[in-house]
């Protein structure tokens, strides 16, 4: 069964690193642009992150970029983000998420992912 799980989340200072895992288990998602979001309390699915089918593009939302980084290594089947310099307001859980078809490119809706993780909860401390 198709399934993405995650890992990596914390507590963290303000100004402190995590890397968040994402490894995705039967049909290959080596084909699928795979995304992060993050939803923090009383708030919607927000983009963070995301590569394209075959990597050559990354997207990154204005308020973590410089300070994230996606990656994935295929031969694991694991898609990575990469936290540094993390503040109180990147508090949330984040969620991995591939898209709803092979070979699309990054999407920052929501309703264009068909497969989504349990999510992993990342609180940063002020």
């Known amino acids: 069964q198709e399934q993405l799980v995650e890992s990596g989340g914390g507590l963290v200072q303000s100004g402190g690193s995590l890397r968040l895992s994402c490894v995705a288990s039967?049909?290959?998602?080596?084909?699928?642009?795979m995304s992060w979001f993050r939803q923090a309390p009383g708030n919607d699915h927000e983009f963070v992150a995301g590569?394209?089918?075959?990597?050559?593009?990354?997207e990154y939302s204005d308020s973590v970029k410089g300070r994230f980084t996606i990656s994935r290594d295929k031969a694991k089947n694991t898609v990575y983000l990469q936290m540094i310099s993390l503040k109180p307001e990147d508090t949330a859980v984040y969620y991995c998420?591939?898209?709803?078809?092979?070979?699309?490119?990054?999407?920052?809706?929501?309703?264009?992912?068909?497969?989504w993780g349990q999510g992993t909860q990342v609180t940063v401390s002020s």
């Open positions: 998420a591939a898209r709803d078809s092979r070979n699309y490119g990054v999407s920052k809706f929501v309703w264009q992912y068909g497969h």
């Open positions: 039967g049909p290959t998602f080596n084909f699928y642009a």
């Open positions: 590569t394209s089918w075959n990597d050559a593009r990354t």
